[in-house]
DNA sequence: AGCCCGCGTGAAAACGTTTACGTTGGCGCC
DNA sequence: GGCGCCAACGTAAACGTTTTCACGCGGGCT
């Protein structure tokens, strides 16, 4: 038997449909006696409104999108879980479209969620303002996250790269390591730009005499393990290292562990994100743990709200929380860890 | 300016609407010649059809629901993207749902994505069978996820967790431990009730003579600690400890460190999941790896095919394969690893 | 030559909902 | 008591698509 419809309610309560509608929808206009006769009936057919006809009429599809590039990983993780718990919050359904590496991907992924979001959120490199300004209707919210695009045309929310460099390094410098190198993330990137430019300005101001060393990574293990050897190799050891991420980090403990130099006596390491893994390494890795969670949930509101309230003030720049996590690598004081 | 509708798109080619709609449907009965001029117009007006209207009219919505209780860690990352994958390869959308606890909010979920949905791909420890039954029309496919739920009703898709559990002892018997024990994960889990079973089915098939060990756990690492030291205090140590799960191994690990105890020479260690966490910690830790992808592409090709042709016949039992990662906490001999 | 078939096309119904607009009835006010 | 107004409710249009049906027409068959 096919499921129940508005009609169907609006015979078994003896009403027009328009009056359910009204009654289901909370649009007053109905008496308390007929809305609780509408009521019965739609609850003895167990009756759903049929999203699609709803959406048809209403161009609100209460949904929104998310456009990833690829979701491995933890981070991602997190960063769906925040969105998601804030969009069941908002009371929105969230269709998620990831792993698309190639612009044309993206394009694709952006035309077929054309008419089933109402806003989206969208996370990727290879989307620049062109891009946007060729595949979006411009009547399409969009909140970006992590991205290089700025202006007021778009509504941007980025990690607090800079500042939770700017924070570590501060951190290592006043823990009394004279010298912090730098293992930085792949050219292009924005988020590994970001830090590499926090940890320059951390180093003019909190050590203006230090030599600034800064040896290339790709955000990947095996590239923190090459650039590991690579500052051991060299006339000047550092004193300290800032991995730009944890992976990286992880992957110059293992090189310096194979190359017999004790972490954090010898030398001081600190990494980027605090993933799950960074706990359990040994000695535990220090690093500055963003609330990726968070932000996605600060994605998502700020989205709904322009979906909800469209033509509003250009983007404010929100960023979520950071916290610098000191745990076994970079030695110094160890005020209380916070979980 | 609005967005163009397929009428805009007729007048523009100075047809039909439905001429529009053969041509771009691919559905034939269209000249080539006019069937360019349709396409040509389509494309000067940058014409998306409205997903909604065709929802509605069509009753298909080339999108699945995916149902989790929740999406934090590295499970259900790899499940999504598995999910992810095989659902862009399939040409569907995926709407996700998760984080309901209760009865009564994953209800909600599902109601709320009636009509929203061709089908729906449930994993969730609240669900069973009388669940399901009286909150989804029965028209609409279903698979579940690593469920008790059985019978010929429902298609249900299970991660090995009985066959990885059985190699796993079946390991650490032939690498010459005598005695193993079991380290068990939360009494109503139908994944930990399965390992159980494979722990002592191998147990009793390969060690007949060997004394049972089961010691109680809930899957947190907290609780892998706990019972560390349980094991370490009774009176005969076992030789090998098979933790349910990896996050308690990991415990059982740090309790056994914190003992003095060294692993593998005092006591072998072996957990399953396979979570990344397992390779980085000191020793690396031996484990069951699903392959969690594969499991999330095999759940929605299943669904999808369900979806395509519905009324087929009952569930095949497929399950995605596993493997033992054999690192340093289980001693005996190394082969290589495969990564 | 007449007939029928099939192909290309158009008109219109249908999908299920919301909402603008009538229509009714009851009630207060003069 | 009549007039008008408001609340409650019904009617119907509209959303954008697919799809069924009918129509015209050309050509191959008998």
Do not use: W
């Not at 009371?91 to 792993?99: I, N, P, R, T």
């Amino acid at each position: 038997m096919a499921a129940a419809t508005i009609k169907d309610v609006a015979r078994e309560a003896r009403v027009s449909v328009a009056s359910v509608s009204r009654a289901l929808n909370g649009g007053g206009g109905v008496t308390a006696a007929t809305s609780a006769r509408i009521h019965a009936a739609a609850e003895r057919l167990q009756y759903i409104p049929h999203a699609a006809a709803r959406m048809l009429i209403t161009r609100r599809t209460h949904t929104i999108g998310a456009l990833l590039p690829d979701l491995y990983g933890e981070f991602f993780s997190e960063l769906i879980r925040g969105i998601d718990l804030a969009a069941r919050a908002c009371g929105l359904h969230l269709l998620v479209s990831s792993s698309h590496g190639g612009a044309a991907e993206a394009a694709a992924a952006v035309r077929s969620m054309q008419g089933r979001v109402d806003g989206l959120l969208i996370l990727s490199e290879r989307v620049d303002a062109t891009f946007l300004r060729a595949n979006l209707p411009k009547a399409l919210p969009v909140v970006l996250l992590n991205s290089a695009v700025s202006g007021p045309a778009f509504h941007v929310l980025n990690i607090d790269n800079h500042g939770g460099a700017v924070a570590m390094v501060r951190h290592l410098l006043q823990a009394g390591h004279r010298s912090v190198a730098l293992i930085a993330g792949p050219p292009g990137n924005f988020d590994a730009s970001e830090r590499e430019r926090g940890y320059r300005e951390a180093m003019a101001k909190h050590a203006p005499r230090a030599a600034l060393t800064v040896v290339a990574g790709d955000f990947t293990e095996e590239s923190g393990y090459r650039a590991g050897h690579e500052l051991l190799a060299r006339a000047r050891r550092p004193r300290a290292v800032f991995a730009a991420n944890d992976m990286m980090a992880v992957g110059c403990l293992a090189a310096f562990k194979d190359a017999g130099v004790r972490v954090p006596e010898d030398i001081a390491l600190a990494g980027f994100d605090d993933i799950p893994i960074a706990r359990y390494v040994t000695p535990a890795l220090t690093t500055v743990r963003v609330r990726i969670a968070d932000f996605g949930r600060l994605a998502l509101e700020r989205l709904a709200d322009v979906v909800e309230h469209p033509g509003q003030e250009s983007p404010s720049a929100d960023t979520p929380g950071f916290e610098i996590v000191v745990r076994d690598t970079c030695g110094g004081t160890r005020p209380e860890e916070n979980s």
